[in-house]
C-alpha cells in the first residue's frame, strides 16, 4: 500500500473524496512528475533532439502541474473546487499534450514509452477523481 | 528591470503575449509563492495558532500553484490554452482566498498584511494576463 | 518496477551509478516528499496543535529537500558530486530529524508513524547512494 | 523592499540571521531559479541546440536547487546548519557551474547572459550568508 493511501487512512479527519480514487490519483501525478523530468534528460541525450523540442517543453509543463497537483492534493484544504478543479483539468490537458507526443517517439526511444504510459495512467486517474469531486 | 522581463525581451523567438503583461505576472506569482512559504512559517510562530490553521493551509496552497504557474508561464511552450488557462484560474482562485484569509488576520499579524498584500498583486496579475490570452 | 528503474534502463546513454540503488532513493525521496506534505496537513489537523508545529517546520523542509533531490538524481547531470553529494547530505540530515521527530508523536498519531517510515526509509536510501558515489 | 524582506521584518520571532542578508539571498535564490527556467526555455529556441545541452542540464538542476533552498530559507526552522549548510553548499556550486556554462555562451546568446548574472548574484548571496551562518 503507497504511502498516499496509508496517510489519507490515518488522517486525523473525513477526507472528503474516495479514498481509493483520491490515493490513485496523488501516486500517478507523483510517477509521472519523476517519469517526465527523467524523460527530459533522456531526450537531451538523444541523437535527434532537434525533433525532440517539443517532447521536452511538454515533458517540463507537465512535471511542474503535476507536481503542484500533488502536493495540493496531498491536503485535505484541496477539496475548494475553485482550485482543485482548474487544477485537475491542467493536469488532464498537459497528460493528453505531453503522452500523445511521447507516443509519437515511443518506437524509437523506449524512454518515451515508459513516459507516455505514466502520462496516459496520470491523466486517466485525474480524470476519475474530477468526475468524482463533481 | 527584472529577470523575468530581461528574458522574456532576449528571447531567440516570438513571445505569444503582451512581455510587460507576462513579465508582472510571473515576477507577482514568484514573489507570491515565496510570501506565502514564509507567512506560513510566521503563522506558526503565532500565539493564537489554532486560529491560523485555515491562513497555513491557503498560504501552503497557494505557494504550490504560484510556483507551479511561474515556471509554466516561463516557458514559452505555456501558450497552450488548455493547460495555462486553468492553471491561472487556479492561481486566480487559490490567491483570492489566500488574500482574504490573510485580510482577516491583518490588523493582528503584520505577516499577514504583506502575505495579503502578495496575493492581491498576484490574482490582479493573473488575472490582467488571463484577459490578455483569451 | 518503478517508472524511475524504467527510465533509467532505457537512458540513451552510461548511467553514472548502480541504477537499483539509484532508482530506490529516487523512488524513496518522491514516497518522502509526498508523506511530509500529507503529515503537515494532518498534523494540522490534531487537537494538541502546538506540540506538533516542530513535526510541521520539519515535514516542510524535509518536502522541499527531497523534492529537489528527486528532481536531480533523476537526470545525469547530477552525478556531479560537489552538487549532488551536499543535496543528499542536505536530504539525510532533514530525513533524519524529520523521521526522529515524527517518531515521538507516533504513538499518539498513526499519520506519523507512516510518515516517520517514509523518513527512514529516504535516509537508508540516500545513504547508501551517497556511500556509492564516493 | 522585497516581500521577503517585509515578511522577516514582521517575523513574530528571532530571526537568527542577519536579516539583510538573508532576504538578499532568499531573493537572488527566487530570481536565480526563474532566470534558470526561462532560460532552458531560450536554449531550447536556438539553432545550435546540440551545443547548448550542458547549459540546458546546468540550469534544469540550478533550477530545482534554487527553488527548493528559497523555501527552506524562507522558514526558520532551516537555520539548522546540517540542512541549510549542505543545502547552500549545494546552490554555490549549481550556480557556479551553471553561471560559468551560462557565460560560454553569452557572447552569441543574450539570455544566457541575463541568467549567468543571475547564477553570479545568487552564488555570491548564498556564498556570504553561509559565511554569516557559521
Redesign the interface.
Known amino acids: 500500500m ?3 493511501r ?3 487512512d ?4 473525513a477526507v472528503g473524496v474516495d479514498a481509493g480514487l483520491l490515493a490513485s490519483a ?1 501516486d500517478a501525478l ?2 509521472c512528475a ?2 517526465c ?6 531526450d ?3 541523437q535527434n ?2 525533433e525532440m ?2 517532447c ?3 515533458c ?2 507537465c ?3 503535476c ?2 497537483t ?3 492534493l ?5 477539496y ?1 473546487l ?6 485537475l ?2 493536469c488532464i ?2 497528460c493528453k ?1 505531453c503522452g500523445d507526443e511521447c507516443e509519437r517517439h515511443a518506437r524509437h ?3 518515451c ?3 507516455g504510459q ?1 502520462c496516459r495512467v496520470c491523466e486517466q486517474a485525474c480524470r476519475q477523481l474530477l468526475d468524482a469531486m463533481t
Chains 1, 2, 3, 4 share one sequence.
Open positions: 503507497s504511502y498516499a496509508q496517510l489519507l490515518t488522517y486525523p479527519g496523488i507523483s510517477d519523476q517519469a523530468i527523467a524523460d527530459v534528460d533522456a537531451l541525450s538523444e533532439l532537434t523540442v517539443t521536452i517543453r511538454l517540463l509543463d512535471a511542474d502541474v507536481s503542484a500533488t502536493a495540493v496531498s491536503r485535505q484544504a484541496a475548494d475553485n482550485v482543485a478543479g482548474p487544477l483539468q491542467a490537458a498537459i499534450n526511444h523506449e524512454h514509452r515508459v513516459c505514466a
